[in-house]
C-alpha cells in the first residue's frame, strides 16, 4: 500500500524571534493551535522546495518547548515530517 512506503523523520530546531509563552506548551491553547498551523504551513513551503519535494508528504509540529538556561525570547520547536520512500 502507499502508505507502507512513507518514511517519518523529525525536525528540531530553534526559532529565535518567537518568546515562548506557557501557552505554547499546552496543546489545547489557542497560541499552541495557531503557531502549530503557521508551523506546518511554513515547514511544507520550505521542504516542498528541497530536493524531497517530490516525495514530500508534510509536516506537524508536534511541541514547542523552552528550555532552561536558554533566553526566553527562543522557543524550540519539534516536528515530525513524512516522505515518500522510494
Known amino acids: 500500500t502507499a502508505a507502507a512506503n512513507l518514511e ?3 525536525v528540531n530546531f530553534t526559532i529565535t524571534n518567537l518568546p515562548y509563552n506557557s501557552d505554547l ?6 497560541r499552541f493551535k495557531s503557531t502549530k ?3 506546518n504551513t511554513l515547514l511544507d513551503r520550505l ?8 516525495d514530500f508528504h ?16 527562543e522557543t524550540r ?3 515530525v515530517c513524512t516522505y515518500r520512500k522510494e
Open 8 to 10: 517519518h523523520f523529525t
Open 47 to 54: 521542504l516542498k522546495e528541497s530536493t524531497i519535494g517530490p
Open 25 to 30: 506548551g499546552k496543546p489545547e491553547s489557542a
Open 77 to 79: 520547536v519539534d516536528a
Open 58 to 73: 508534510g509536516c506537524e509540529a508536534t511541541a514547542f518547548r523552552y528550555v532552561p538556561g536558554r533566553q526566553r525570547d
Open 37 to 39: 498551523r503557521v508551523m
